[in-house]
């Protein structure tokens, strides 16, 4: 892995392993499901321990539909917030076809809108998973404010960062965040201060999602 520049990347490179160790060290504690604890894979190259999520299995995701013109743009005009459990079965429901764990998707919800199906960004992402436009379009969603296409959009396009990424869940929720391409450049989290905080939050809200009965 490429090496982040600085004090503060190294620490916050430092935490994002430690978050990754303590999720495998939960899924071998059996506080996750069988199945989401063979996504899991330790393996040691160079005196390096790397972690792979690499449950492949059925659900593998489609390549894009590179149709243009149908995303709009409909912004809600009132900010209401919902509960990790009114998700569910949304969640539930999109992580079945995708083969993801559920928890993972209301990491990465928690950590980008809060739960706010109304959330905009400054730069325009918007949703629950925070769906920029461009990849909204590409992912054929009509309204990214739709709790439903939002989430459906969002683990896809997750699953898809994870094929091309190896199955490293560190540098598929990085590109993500910042892009496939800034990962692809660094062959490693970026040195972005987002980024990095990006990845560690989610991964700490993984663990606590999935202690969940």
Request: hydrophobic share 40%.
């Amino acid at each position: 892995m490429a090496t982040i520049s600085g004090k503060q990347g190294k620490q916050g490179k430092k935490a994002v392993l430690t978050a990754a160790m303590i999720i495998l060290a939960v899924c071998l504690a059996g506080n996750i499901s069988a199945a989401q604890a063979q996504s899991f894979q330790r393996v040691h190259k160079d005196g390096v321990i790397y972690y792979y999520f690499s449950n492949r299995g059925e659900g593998e995701s489609k390549p894009l539909n590179l149709r243009r013109g149908i995303h709009k743009i409909i912004r809600p005009a009132v900010r209401s917030k919902v509960t990790p459990e009114e998700l569910d079965p949304v969640v539930q429901e999109a992580c079945r076809y995708h083969n993801l764990p559920p928890s993972l998707i209301k990491a990465v919800i928690r950590v980008e809108s809060n739960f706010v199906p109304t959330a905009t960004s400054p730069k325009g992402a918007q949703g629950l998973m925070q769906l920029m436009p461009g990849t909204a379009e590409d992912l054929q969603v009509q309204n990214a404010y739709d709790i439903r296409e939002n989430v459906w959009a969002g683990t896809r396009y997750l699953r898809m960062m994870l094929e091309k990424f190896g199955y490293r869940l560190p540098l598929a929720l990085a590109a993500y965040n910042a892009g496939p391409q800034r990962v692809e450049k660094h062959q490693d989290i970026p040195p972005i201060k987002e980024t990095q905080g990006f990845v560690r939050d989610v991964c700490v809200n993984f663990i606590k999602y999935s202690g969940e009965p």
